[in-house]
């Protein structure tokens, strides 16, 4: 019998279809439009200065608005920015956000190694395999961990041992030096989100590091033993909860929605009831606001005066509150401008949550929610979203990507034409004969 990490390589190794890449190319698509925004942000502005410093070493590989640096600096600074602003894509059974970390890692591997898109996409497919396999044999063994960076590390390592094209067990010492990088930092609500931001830096650097030495021979810490019937990597230090991935999807990037809103995955859901009820009504005739979902969402989103925008990304009363009063919610509506303003307070202070034990028997194949508007007079409106947009039951369509797309690209202060480039250069990936048709054009 076979060690789950030889499993887990050899469900990495096989061939990528058209069809995956495809999908892979709406994912760096996705990826540079959020990593784009989040290049404005204040800690983005440290980030650059550090990159900018005259210590920095000239490379391939593209940092964003910076220009050519080394690797390792377009790892953790391009792998710092992709989460930044709540709205990367989501694996919705593991609750794990790859994109931000396996397509920062593979672009500066690729960069590195003069790969061609074919072989990059190929990583970023390979990438979103090894970490959501990873996470759904580790899930709950690192307690309260954070865990997309924990498990992060293993997706970089295998998007670089795709570029470099090792072998098995290339692939296995790779896992295992990057076994020796994972680590947990507390849930995004109890600290502040640049602690988040820097460890997926930490964890694209650590996976690249530990494929580029596994490619020398350099091992790691060993991984566990065999498991019957396990999918994935076990890590040390905890006994798993683990999680079922459906045996009929091929390649786990399938399964990874895009989130077509900003915050947490777990408001979305009420978001998209909300827009179906939107404009039914006056909004002054509103005297209260029930939400129905699933627990977690209720015990992590419970937030009827939220405190900044970290707070405000993790608040169902605000997410609710703003897509009736302003529709599809852009990320301005979460700022401390937005979150102070009367009709928002007035409009949350209604909000009612409660958890419902139909959604909790759907999810988390299913982010669902129902919300009911009690009017003056008596009347109700009730609206039930059972999958949440950008969910592979509910695709957000190629349209929604890229109206998404320049929505952010828009907010990072690129330029309308470099905007329209940068979506058809990312679009037409698969079937691109260099990846400079690509790189050249980002901020």
């Known amino acids: 019998m076979r060690t789950i990490s030889r499993q887990l390589i050899s469900q990495c190794r096989r061939p990528v279809p058209e069809s995956a890449r495809e999908r892979a190319a709406k994912h ?16 983005a502005h440290a980030l650059r200065a550090w990159a900018e410093g005259e210590w920095q070493e000239d490379g391939r590989a593209h940092v ?11 790892a953790l600074v391009n792998g710092t920015l992709g989460g930044a602003m709540e709205m990367d894509d989501v694996h919705r059974v593991t609750g794990l956000n790859p ?45 309260g961990a954070y865990q997309s960076v924990l498990v992060a590390p293993f997706g970089a390592a295998a998007a670089a041992a795709s570029c470099l094209a090792l072998d098995e067990n290339g692939w296995l010492n790779s896992f295992r030096n990057a076994a020796a990088h994972a680590t947990g930092v507390p849930g995004p609500a109890d600290i502040p989100s640049t602690a988040l931001q ?19 021979g350099l091992t790691g810490l060993p991984l566990a033993p065999i498991v019957p019937g396990g999918r994935g990597i076990l890590l040390s230090g905890g006994e798993p909860q683990r999680v079922a991935l459906s045996a009929a999807v091929e390649w786990q990037i399938f399964e990874t929605s895009f989130r077509p809103w900003p915050g947490s995955r777990d408001t979305h859901a009420g978001i998209d009831a909300a ?45 609710v509150a703003v897509a009736l009063l302003y529709g599809p919610p852009r990320l301005e509506a979460f700022d401390t401008v937005a979150i102070n303003a009367p009709q928002v307070v007035a409009l949350r202070a209604r909000v009612r949550l409660q958890a419902s034990e139909s959604f ?66 990312a679009l037409t990936l698969p079937w691109a004969e260099s990846l400079d048709t690509f790189t050249t054009l980002l901020p």
């Open 28 to 43: 760096v698509l996705d990826w540079v439009a959020c990593a784009a925004a989040a290049a404005q942000s204040e800690s």
């Open 64 to 74: 964003l608005r910076v220009g050519s640096r080394s690797m390792w600096t377009a």
């Open 99 to 143: 994109g931000s970390v396996v397509v920062a890692a593979a672009l500066a591997f690729a960069q590195r190694e003069q790969s061609s898109p074919a072989v990059f996409l190929d990583a970023v497919v390979r990438g979103y395999e090894a970490m959501i396999r990873a996470g759904a044999s580790s899930f709950g063994s690192a307690g």
């Open 198 to 216: 820097v460890g997926r830096g930490y964890a694209v650097h650590g996976g690249l590091l530990a494929a580029d030495w596994a490619r020398f």
């Open 275 to 319: 827009l179906a009820l939107r404009g039914n009504f006056k909004l002054d005739e509103i005297t209260e606001i029930s939400v129905e979902t699933y627990s977690r969402a209720v015990q992590r989103c419970d937030r009827a005066a939220p405190q900044g925008t970290v707070q405000a990304h993790h608040s169902l009363q605000h997410a």
């Open 360 to 425: 909790d028997a759907d999810f988390p194949r299913r982010f669902g929610a129902s919300l009911t508007v009690k009017l003056r007079g008596g009347e109700t409106r009730t609206a039930v979203a059972r999958n949440a947009l950008g969910d592979p039951d509910n695709p957000l369509s190629e349209a929604g990507i890229i109206e998404k797309a320049a929505m952010l690209l828009e907010a990072g202060n690129v330029a309308p034409g470099q905007r329209d480039s940068i979506i058809e250069a």
